[in-house]
């Protein structure tokens, strides 16, 4: 049975008040929403000044911190990067790898995201992976073909553990921040695909241990329904997380939807 991941996206947003502010009023509102953090995973990834605060704030209250990169290298002359061996020394659990944005601005390779994902399980640091289509991909039927070729270099040289412990996002790049959404039928098919790609690459057990979540203009209106489908084990949020009660109204999508063999198929 896998247990949901709900992690939040900050992106670049927040000064360091903002964040302390943010961190205690999440633990309010959770408890507000009555969330049982036994049956749902939360996480939320920040810009590297703020990690350090929440970290104190979430300390033994069951909300994990997680960066929204890093580099690949132990350590070295790479001006302005992080390194996994820094997180790991903060006790950060998460980092989100191959965001499009990151792709798209800062040119991103699979190459580099297999680097990345292969330093974070060195440093027990649980990668968020993702990947996605363009609008132009979709429309030219090449969405398929274009999620196999991202997870086929990005989980170049990851063995079987550390890919079933490896967290896959989907993220269709033309419903990141515009309002749009996929359908729920659409979310779940790229996510059966994704399943099905991992078991070609590891085989059964790997592949249903995956968790996958779905990212692109998550809310609190349309969460339910998301997290009801087969495939769809939790979700990316993006700017619906910057507010701690919308973010933890989502984070209590329903908690009794666990478990794969309990969602619509």
Same mark, same amino acid.
């Given at each position: ?6 992690? *939040?996206?900050?992106?670049?947003? %927040?000064? $360091?008040?903002? #964040? ?9 509102? !959770? +408890? *507000?929403?009555?969330?049982?953090? %036994?049956? $749902?995973?939360? #996480? ?9 605060? !929440? +970290? ?10 997680? #960066? ?198």
């Amino acid at each position: 049975m896998r247990k949901p991941l709900i992690a *939040a996206n900050w992106k670049m947003n %927040k000064l $360091v008040e903002d #964040a302390t502010s943010y961190g205690e009023d999440l633990i309010e509102k !959770l +408890k *507000a929403e009555n969330v049982d953090l %036994k049956k $749902v995973d939360v #996480a939320v990834c920040v810009p590297f000044i703020h990690m350090a605060a !929440l +970290k104190v704030i979430f300390l033994l209250r069951g909300v994990g911190v997680g #960066a929204q990169n890093m580099h690949f290298a132990e350590s070295g002359a790479y001006t302005g990067e992080i390194s996994p061996a820094m997180l790991q020394d903060m006790g950060i659990e998460y980092v989100i790898i191959g965001h499009s944005e990151r792709r798209m601005y800062f040119g991103e390779t699979d190459e580099e995201c297999a680097k990345k994902l292969k330093a974070a399980h060195a440093h027990k640091i649980r990668p968020i992976l993702c990947v996605g289509e363009s609008l132009s991909q979709r429309e030219a039927k090449e969405h398929f073909d274009t999620v196999r070729r991202q997870l086929t270099g990005c989980f170049e040289g990851i063995g079987r553990e550390d890919a079933a412990g490896t967290v896959i996002a989907y993220e269709p790049v033309w419903a990141i921040g515009t309002g749009k959404t996929a359908t729920s039928q659409q979310a779940n098919e790229m996510a059966s695909f994704i399943r099905s790609v991992v078991e070609d690459l590891y085989g059964t057990d790997t592949a249903e241990q995956v968790i996958i979540q779905y990212g692109g203009s998550v809310k609190k209106s349309n969460i339910a329904e998301l997290m009801s489908m087969s495939d769809i084990d939790g979700a990316l949020v993006g700017g619906a997380s910057l507010d701690a009660g919308e973010f933890a109204q989502i984070v209590n999508f329903d908690p009794d939807v666990v478990g794969k063999e309990q969602k619509v198929r």
